[in-house]
């Protein structure tokens, strides 16, 4: 039988309330440093990172007194802001990344455990790279994705709570349903396609460019439940509880790094 998630009874019983007051004060200043561009967009993203970084030593258990921990705060930030581009700090990271778990490993800690440990500071450097170099390059692209991003975020968490259902992945995340991932998918594209041409983001195509935000859509489910599945691993429920009805900042950025990665790549070999 599929497990299934029972409604909730109300939406406030689900944070919905908090969520909102969280999303009317850090939405706003967000897009203003996406719209302002540098040094706006620079310092938050800096600000962001650690946090971000901050939240992944408390939910690993990587102090962040560890020296390894200076090394990769130093690797990130190098790779991001002393190099301005993607396959740059792309390469620098990987080969940063290679080393320092070489590292671990040589001083006695087994491999596939300090892969693990090791790999969130990889993906959180990588995401923030994408994200800064679409704000640099392609700041509307970044707009129109942090867009996509919220209304599917929204719609899942909304039509999840009331609908309930079939679970989408229980053994990660039980609270994800099918009803959710669909109603999400279809928000997120709903707008994406709707708001396209005041992002310029140039594709006449209206068959690609659904396309291109419905699989936006599923990356972003994709990075939530890839972070969901770390917290599994770690056995915690959120990230932090610094951001109210919504629990940490990797929490809310989760589907972000992800999307921001996939749109780069897509800019990168001129996909569109």
């Known amino acids: 039988m599929v497990p299934l998630s029972p409604p ?7 944070h919905f309330g908090k969520r909102i007051v969280s999303a009317a004060i850090g939405g706003p200043l967000v897009v203003g440093a996406v719209i302002l561009g540098s040094p706006y967009i620079d310092i938050l993203a800096v600000f962001f990172l650690c946090i971000l970084l901050w939240e992944w030593s408390k939910m690993s258990g990587l102090p962040l007194t560890h020296p390894l921990n200076g ?5 990130i930030g190098w790779a991001i802001f002393g190099t301005g581009t993607f396959l740059p700090a792309f390469c620098l990271m990987l080969a940063g990344f290679s080393f320092i778990c070489f590292y671990h490993y040589q001083i006695g800690a087994k491999l596939i455990p300090s892969l693990i440990l090791l790999s969130g500071p990889f993906y959180i450097g990588l995401g923030m790279t ?7 390059f392609h700041p509307l692209t970044l707009l129109w994705a942090l867009m996509v991003v919220w209304a599917t975020d929204t719609g899942a968490y909304i039509i999840g709570s009331l609908i309930g259902g079939p679970r989408l992945v229980p053994r990660i995340s039980p609270g994800k349903t099918w009803a959710g991932f669909i109603a999400g998918s279809m928000l997120g594209s709903a707008l994406g396609v709707t708001i396209a ?11 690609f460019l659904l396309t291109l935000t419905l699989l936006t859509t599923l990356v972003g489910h994709s990075g939530d439940i890839l ?3 770390a917290k599994r691993l770690f056995n915690i429920k959120d990230s932090s509880r610094i951001i109210p009805g919504h629990g940490g900042l990797l929490d809310r950025m989760d589907s972000l790094l992800l999307v921001a990665l996939f749109l780069t790549l897509l ?4 996909l569109f």
């Open 71 to 75: 090394m990769i705060v130093f690797l």
């Open 130 to 136: 994408a994200i800064l170099n679409l704000s640099k």
């Open 227 to 229: 972070e969901s599945a």
């Open 197 to 207: 041409p005041y992002c310029q983001i140039g594709i006449k195509n209206q068959t």
């Open 8 to 14: 909730a009874n109300n939406l406030v019983k689900s």
């Open 267 to 270: 800019k990168f070999f001129k």
